[in-house]
């Protein structure tokens, strides 16, 4: 492992406690403990920690804090309540996806009001270099370095969570955060995740991160649940039908083209790509983000290609063998007119065509 790597809080944690560690954009993350499918098993049916410090936290101050990202991602966001969290996306001028992102609306212990924006791991820099270009560089302050961000995911979270925060952390609507004390020092606890499971995401300052995340381990440990790591995230999202930046998103994919239009306010909200997007909404000529199951053993992975007879149609931009419904899963993208649940089509998989149905994202909705 270089040491060139950037390390969260919680980096010599996960090296004393069996992490496999990984070069994830450019900071040394644990991929799993024990197996991922250990660890996905235990976060359906119980808790999952995940240690989530690599995602970039930028905050914006108020006045001024939400009529800036307002113009900058393609949600409106001016409008947002204290305490309210909306997913979004950044886009180019042609439409083309940089991010996305959750952006929070919070208030601090004195009542005053301020923005944040959680952008990809991948993505930070660009993303600063982005809002640099559009007038933001002084208006932002970058708190990922000073700070630990953990996801505790699962039907067990708000339960091992509650007993560190001073609010009551269980009433907090889905995409709803606030600022209040976790394990007695001031930090952000928000209704967010990216499992398909229920749960929150915790963000501390980096000196007591380890302590918070020992007492969660803990906890978490009497429901049969602990650590996961990059590898148990990524099976459980694409459980979940949640895209991820390098696969289903990218710049050269619009959010149209991967179902994210709910993200996109075109009427009377002016931001970069606008003007691209109009001409793009109704454009159903580029492929479309879809979700396959297969019926056999073989997995398919990023970049295999997806067959109509012998015609290539599409890629794979994601697959793995789900260990909730026991069965290969694959998103991609493919035509758009086959991309409707239902279309019947083939995966190469290493040279073997397999049979592949599209069915409805997400794959796996917990129950209520």
Same mark, same amino acid.
């Given at each position: ?173 889905? =995409?709803? #955060?606030? $600022? ?6 001031? !930090?952000?606890? *928000?209704? /967010? ?113 997806? =067959?109509? #007879?012998? $015609? ?6 994601? !697959?793995?063998? *789900?260990? /909730? ?44």
């Amino acid at each position: 492992m270089t040491s060139m790597l950037a390390q969260t809080p919680l980096h010599d944690w996960h090296a004393a406690h069996g992490g496999r560690m990984v070069d994830f954009a450019g900071w040394s993350m644990p991929v799993q403990y024990s197996s991922i499918v250990a660890e996905h098993r235990a976060t359906r049916a119980a808790v999952g920690l995940f240690d989530v410090s690599h995602m970039g936290r930028l905050l914006f101050p108020d006045p001024g804090g939400g009529g800036l990202l307002d113009s900058l991602v393609t949600r409106r966001v001016a409008d947002m309540k204290s305490g309210q969290i909306r997913y979004a996306l950044m886009t180019r001028d042609d439409g083309g996806i940089l991010d996305d992102v959750l952006v929070y609306h919070l208030r601090n212990a004195q009542g005053e009001s301020y923005y944040q924006l959680v952008v990809n791991a991948s993505n930070r820099q660009k993303i600063l270099d982005w809002l640099a270009n559009h007038g933001a560089q002084d208006a932002l302050v970058d708190s990922t370095p000073d700070t630990a961000m953990i996801a505790v995911q699962g039907p067990r979270a708000m339960e091992i969570v509650r007993p560190l925060v001073k609010i009551d952390a269980a009433r907090l609507p889905y =995409y709803h #955060g606030a $600022e209040t004390e976790i394990s007695s020092v001031l !930090g952000i606890i *928000s209704r /967010t995740g990216y499992t398909g499971e229920d749960g929150c995401e915790l963000i501390v300052p980096s000196a007591i991160a380890l302590e918070v995340w020992d007492k969660l381990i803990a906890a978490a440990e009497q429901f049969g649940g602990g650590a996961a790591g990059l590898g148990a995230r990524d099976t459980l999202r694409l459980e979940a039908g949640m895209p991820l930046y390098g696969h289903e998103l990218s710049d050269q994919i619009d959010p149209f083209q991967a179902g994210l239009a709910f993200a996109v306010d075109l009427d009377d909200h002016v931001f970069p790509g606008r003007e691209a997007l109009l001409e793009r909404r109704d454009n159903t000529s580029r492929p479309r983000r879809a979700g396959w199951v297969l019926d056999g053993k073989r997995v398919p992975r990023e970049g295999y290609a997806v =067959y109509r #007879g012998d $015609e290539a149609v599409g890629r794979v931009t994601s !697959g793995t063998f *789900s260990p /909730t419904l026991d069965r290969p899963i694959a998103m991609g993208y493919i035509r758009a007119e086959l991309a409707a649940p239902g279309s019947e089509v083939m995966i190469d998989i290493r040279g073997s065509l397999e049979p592949a149905r599209c069915v409805p994202l997400p794959f796996y909705r917990r129950n209520a």
